[in-house]
Structures are given as structure tokens and as C-alpha cells.
């Protein structure tokens, strides 16, 4: 479980608060979801602003809870305490005064470390951090920018953040700002998610729709275990897809039951994208995404629903 403790109401000058990340490891598995409240909890004794990302992982504005960095590394080993003698599990904290940071910082010395980054350490540390690290960073745009020698994020500020906005669009920019570790994204206690999904853009443009078919499978795998993780299922299943030519078409199907294994996803996923392929259009880009969110305890009372109608219109015409 990851637990990031962040405030962001901050000048790049001068600390005014501080941020803290805490990653809980350990084994839940099919108690995850009681041992993540439980977790939580502990956070909201702290500071009402807690923003969570899933069931492990979550952001703290703790501003009005401490008054210095010291003030903020105590909290930190408290949270760390009270998480061990209430569940037995360790936890990694990051201490810092944005999100990526402490972000960054709650994943470094796991499992169970405190890492604290302070303003007048962070150009240092962000520096040296290679680009893999950063928020967004994947293997293609890893590859792309190795391709050009940028390494490091004192290579992303060498670069520019006009030259990186020209190789990555948008994110070129964010990452930009990382490198400078400026961050002014606020904690949101309560974010509606509108939908969960994973895409990926390829390495090389494929036309096979067996590859394609392989890919969307490992895609609708991550998005499962996304859903389980947030105890949400979906009742719309999206296929999207960008050819070669940059040109952007998805395809969507919805049903009364829902979505949230990988098992029920595929075969959809292989029909809707068979009235896309031809065959000549290369692909670049593969996504699946799950929209108009439901708990999974709403999922189960749906298909409750759904099959004892099924069995009794069967039992009539037997």
C-alpha cells in the first residue's frame, strides 16, 4: 500500500509546507480492501485531506498537522507505527512538498524506509533521477528520448521545455516542470473517476490482428486488476485505436452486467475490433478502457438480477 502525504500549497523559493508518501507492504489479498480502510483511517487522524488513488496508494496535504520538516518526519514514523501495531505491515515513507516528490520519495526505499527531500535538496536529487522514474515515462518515450541522449533529469532541463514540448506534446511540458520539481497539483479529498482504462503505443505499427488480439488481451489483464483493486467494475467497454495516419477511432459496447474480468472483457474486445481491421491500416495505438462505473457489490446485485430471470424463462420452456 502506498500512502503519499503532500502539501502543496508551496513557492518554489521557499517551503511554506510539506508533503509526505508512505508505501505499506505486506500480503492482503482478499482482506485488501478491510486492511485499506483500516489504513486509511490512520491518514484521516491526521488530516482530513487525503486523496486516494486506490486501495494502496494515496496523497496527504498535511500542512495544518506540522510545523516544519522535522515536525513533518515524526508524523511520518507515527503513521508508519500505528500502521504496523493495527495490521503488521511495514511502510515506506517519502517526506517532501509536492506530489511528484513525495511520490517519488515514498517509492525509493521500500519496504520500509523514510526518505525526506527538502527544497534546497530537490535540484540535486531530481538531476540525477533517470528519466524512467518520472511521472509518464514509459519504454517508448524512455526509448525516444535515450535515442537523443536524455538521460537524467538534468538532461530534460537541459533540453528545454519548448524542445520537449515538440517531441512529446503536452507531457513535454509537465515533465519539463518535474525536471525544475515544480508541481502545484493540489490534494482533491474527493475525485470522481469517470472511467478506467490502459493503453499503449506501440514500439512499431502492426497490421496482424492476431498481435492485436495478444496486446489487447495484456491490456484487459491490467485493467481487471485495476478494477478489483478499486472495487469497481463498469458497464461500458471501450476499444481504442489510432492507425498510423495519427487518425483516432474507438468503439464501445455496454451492458446491464457489467465488466471487471479480463474473461468477459476479451471476447468483446475481439469482435469490436474485428470491425476495424482490414488488414492494409497499420496500428499504432491499442486501448481499453471501462466506463460508467459502478461498486463491485452493485456489479454482483446486477447479475443476481440478470440470472435468475434467465433460469426461469428456461424452466418454462422446459
Known amino acids: 500500500m502506498t500512502m503519499t502525504a503532500v502539501q502543496h500549497r508551496y513557492s518554489y523559493q521557499r517551503m511554506q509546507g510539506v508533503l509526505m508518501g508512505i508505501s505499506v507492504q505486506g500480503k492482503i489479498y482478499s482482506t485488501k480492501r478491510a486492511v ?33 520538516l522535522d515536525d513533518a ?8 507505527r500505528q ?7 511495514t511502510a515506506s515513507a517519502g517526506v517532501s512538498y509536492c506530489k511528484f516528490l513525495a511520490k517519488i520519495a515514498s517509492d525509493h526505499k521500500k519496504p520500509d524506509g523514510l526518505i525526506v527531500i527538502a527544497p534546497e535538496e530537490a535540484p540535486a536529487f531530481l538531476a540525477a533521477l533517470p528519466i524512467e522514474k518520472f511521472f509518464g515515462v514509459g519504454k517508448v518515450t524512455a526509448a525516444k528520448l535515450r535515442d537523443l541522449d536524455i538521460l537524467t533529469g538534468a538532461d530534460l532541463k537541459r533540453l528545454g521545455e519548448e524542445r520537449l514540448r515538440d517531441l512529446l506534446g503536452k507531457h513535454g511540458g509537465q515533465l519539463y516542470r518535474f525536471a525544475c520539481g515544480e508541481d502545484d497539483r493540489p490534494v482533491e479529498p474527493v475525485r470522481e473517476r469517470k472511467s478506467v482504462g490502459k493503453e499503449i503505443t506501440l514500439g512499431r505499427d502492426i497490421r496482424g490482428r492476431g498481435e492485436m488480439e495478444r496486446i489487447l488481451e495484456h491490456l484487459a489483464l491490467q485493467v481487471e486488476r485495476r478494477l478489483i483493486e478499486l472495487g469497481i467494475a463498469g458497464k461500458t467497454l471501450t476499444l481504442k485505436v489510432r492507425w498510423s495516419t495519427f487518425e483516432l477511432v474507438s468503439r464501445a459496447t455496454s451492458q446491464p452486467q457489467g465488466f471487471q474480468l479480463a474473461q468477459e472483457m476479451q471476447p468483446v474486445l475481439r469482435t469490436l475490433l474485428a470491425g476495424l481491421v482490414d488488414g492494409k491500416r497499420a496500428m499504432r495505438l491499442l486501448g481499453v478502457i471501462v ?16 440470472t435468475p430471470s434467465l433460469w426461469q424463462e428456461e424452466h418454462v420452456q422446459a
Open 291 to 306: 466506463s460508467g462505473l459502478i461498486l463491485s457489490d452493485e456489479l454482483r446485485r446486477a447479475r443476481q438480477v440478470v
Open 36 to 68: 485499506s480502510q483500516q489504513i486509511m483511517a490512520i491518514f484521516r487522524q491526521q488530516t482530513a485531506l487525503v486523496e486516494p488513488l486506490s486501495l494502496d496508494e494515496a496523497y496527504l496535504d498535511v500542512t495544518d498537522a506540522v510545523r516544519n
Open 83 to 89: 500502521i504496523w501495531n493495527q495490521t503488521q505491515l
Open 73 to 80: 518526519v515524526r508524523l511520518a514514523r507515527e503513521i508508519k
